[in-house]
């Protein structure tokens, strides 16, 4: 599915990663590249699934709304760390990564509205079904998080990065691919002004 969602506007057969936004060869995933694969990527969970689904039957683990193509550099160096800004540059990975416990991911302008779009998606969508899919209830908030529990940071950084950077093309027919092959889209692409409905009243000007 990623080959397709992830597939490079205009070079046929290649991926963009979504932090570090290098094209790198669809047939490049990591375990099956061959000796011309100078990277490889593998699929970035935006939540991630220590964060608390780890295991397959687990909807969200496959949900595409926010697994996206990554650098495999890339996709460990972010690991499970919460969303805020500052942190070191890392330039292949066109993000910034703090240091400490409470260490934060920071990704380039180019990908911090699509981050936000793909999280606000998780949130709203995963409300905690024992009895299907057995992901728990996923929320955000605006605070540091642990390994295991089913919450991501930080909110208010996300609502401001979603009204700053809109929803680009690129998101429109990303949520176009997913539809068709998932059947079910991610309505604050269709519909971004509904974030701010929802969560605006908790981050005050942010």
Wanted: net charge positive; hydrophobic share 35%; charged share 25%.
């Amino acid at each position: 599915m990623l080959k397709q969602a992830d597939a490079h506007p205009s070079r046929q057969g290649f991926v963009v990663g979504l932090y570090s936004r290098a094209v790198i060869p669809a047939e490049c995933t990591e375990g099956k590249a061959h000796s011309s694969c100078a990277v490889t990527w593998n699929r970035e969970h935006v939540w991630p699934k220590s964060k608390a689904f780890p295991r397959r039957e687990q909807w969200a683990h496959t949900d595409a709304h926010h697994v996206a193509a990554e650098v495999v550099r890339c996709n460990s160096l972010r690991g499970n760390l919460d969303f805020a800004e500052g942190g070191q540059l890392d330039e292949a990975c066109a993000s910034r990564r703090g240091r400490g416990s409470e260490a934060t991911w920071e990704p380039s302008d180019a990908a911090k509205g699509q981050v936000a779009r793909m999280l606000f998606y998780v949130a709203v969508r995963y409300e905690g079904d024992a009895l299907r899919d057995k992901t728990p209830n996923l929320e955000l908030v605006q605070r540091a998080t642990r390994e295991g529990e089913p919450s991501l940071g930080r909110l208010c950084t996300l609502l401001r990065w979603s009204q700053a950077f809109p929803v680009t093309a690129q998101e429109r027919k990303r949520n176009d691919v997913i539809a068709k092959l998932q059947g079910n889209r991610n309505p604050f692409i269709d519909q971004p002004a509904l974030a701010d409905r929802i969560w605006g009243g908790e981050c005050g000007d942010r």
